[in-house]
């Protein structure tokens, strides 16, 4: 489920969905989303599973990203990257964007703890807070874009 095409013709999100999206790519926690918007967490991941079906995803950086494709979360201003990042991070970060973990580690021949650990040392080195903040910062940063999909 989490490596389908991302179509904008999908049900169009709520403003609650979208607001959850935009806390999720800022790299807030369930928890602290779920404070800043005053709901339960539980209700948190009812929202949260709506997202899921709409989006015909399952991973939250891959939630992230369809929404910015789909055009129902904006795109965060660009900008500039904290240092040089290498082809391979590019590739990390398109497979972050578009697949589940397992289907990571299984691109890259790794894995899935090796997979993990690459997720963290590219998080710490763009400066993100969390995998879906990965996601807005390679936005920002002209990593991901139109061009990147799900394969």
Known sequence: MGTRG???DLAQLT???VSVLEHLAEGLTTREVA??????????GGHLAHIRDKLIVTDRPVMVHAAYMGEQLQRP???????EFTQRDHDLWNLLA???LPEIGQSLKVSRHTARG???DLTVRAGARSE???????HAYGILGAEVTAR
């Open 6 to 8: 991302f179509n904008r």
């Open 15 to 17: 403003k609650t969905e």
């Open 35 to 44: 404070e800043t918007m005053g709901i339960t967490p539980r209700t948190l």
């Open 77 to 83: 201003d660009a900008a500039e990257a904290p240092g």
């Open 98 to 100: 578009t697949k589940p």
């Open 118 to 120: 690459m997720i963290k």
């Open 132 to 138: 879906t903040h990965v996601v807005k910062l390679g």
